[in-house]
């Protein structure tokens, strides 16, 4: 048995820096993901994938492997498989299919917010603040008593 929080902290340490994933907390469970698509969760004595095609049918096919949901894992989520420690081995080529899908899963949400003209970049960052944008914006902060504010640098 391998130490599953020590090997899941390398992994992650490889992803954030050869592929620029980032690491968060959802619901008290430490998660990985790009572009806001999570694709690996630690929970218990095993590491949740969120695996496509062929990848995910062997995945499931492991001894000790199931379906399983990231938020409840009393229920199933598509795509989703909770490898146990006794396969730590693999979890290093799983998760790079994981990124692999959510790449993908990326790719096509960008895709959509494209066709429905929504400029992803620009949604992003704010706008950055000129001297008259400013005041006009502390302006209307003021009337609305500061609700939704936000400032940022002019280029």
């Given at each position: ?35 806001g698509a999570t694709f690996m969760a630690v929970h ?15 995945a499931v096919t492991l001894p000790g492997a199931r ?44 895709d959509r917010e494209a066709a429905a003209g929504i ?37």
């Open positions: 048995m391998t130490n599953v929080r020590s090997r899941f902290e390398s992994i992650c340490a490889y992803l954030g820096k050869a592929h620029e994933a980032r690491t968060s907390e959802v619901r008290g469970r430490r998660c990985v993901g790009i572009a218990g004595s095993g590491v949740g994938f969120r695996l496509h095609g062929r990848a995910f049918r062997q379906p399983w949901h990231p938020i409840d894992p009393n229920r199933t989520a598509p795509g989703w498989v909770l490898v146990p420690s006794q396969h730590a081995w693999r979890w290093d080529r799983l998760a790079i299919d994981a990124l692999r899908g959510a790449r993908l899963v990326a790719a096509e949400r960008f400029d992803t970049a620009v949604a992003a960052v704010a706008p950055p603040s000129t001297g008259v944008s400013l005041a006009a914006r502390v302006k209307a902060a003021i009337s609305r008593g500061f609700g939704g504010m936000t400032i940022a640098r002019a280029a």
